[in-house]
């Protein structure tokens, strides 16, 4: 994932006038991956409340988020380009450490949705996927996408603890 160019002060730059804006997916595209919401929480490159950090989760928020949950990136086919767990609870997380506790709130609460009867959170969800056409050969490949996933599992006690919920 690139960052942008160099800035003057030797730091990672982004785009946008002056060097601020947002992270993105790769040099010369205004495109974001979901995973680019890790380099404000839980690895600080850019903290909560910065304005590098703010416009990343925004833009990741404006591009990937829909109805509670994230895709990884626009143009993702992998088991026709679902939303994924881990990815709503580190934009809930992002929200919780910025003081938007409703936000998180949500993410959150979408993730317990996509639970299974017995309780397993999946990889990612087939519903409202970005490239339908492309899930069965996935499904052929590899079989049903991963249920239970433990980085799933891990994010959601992550996110409840950082908001306060307890079973």
């Known amino acids: ?6 800035s003057s002060r030797g730091g990672p730059g982004v785009g946008g006038p002056g ?9 010369g595209s205004d495109a974001v991956d979901g995973s680019l919401l890790a380099c404000v929480e839980p690895f600080g490159l850019y ?10 989760v925004a833009e990741v928020e404006r591009q990937l988020a829909r109805d509670g949950g994230v895709y990884r990136y626009l143009d993702d086919t992998f088991y026709g380009g679902g939303r994924w767990l881990l990815l709503a609870g580190f934009l809930g997380w992002n929200h919780a450490r910025a003081g938007r506790r409703a ?9 317990a949705a996509q639970a299974t009867p017995a309780g397993d959170l999946p990889e990612q969800v087939s519903d409202l996927l970005l490239a339908p056409e492309r899930r069965q050969e996935w499904l052929d490949r590899w ?9 799933s599992h ?10 306060g919920v307890t079973a």
Request: proline share 9%; glycine share 16%.
């Open 47 to 56: 903290p909560a409340g910065h304005p590098v950090g703010e416009a990343t």
């Open 19 to 27: 060097g601020q804006g947002h992270l993105r997916k790769w040099l």
């Open 143 to 151: 079989g049903p996408v991963a249920t239970p996933l433990l980085w």
């Open 1 to 6: 994932m690139a960052v942008g160019p160099r």
């Open 103 to 111: 936000e998180a709130g949500r993410y959150l609460e979408w993730m």
């Open 154 to 163: 891990g994010m959601y006690l992550i996110l409840a603890d950082e908001l």
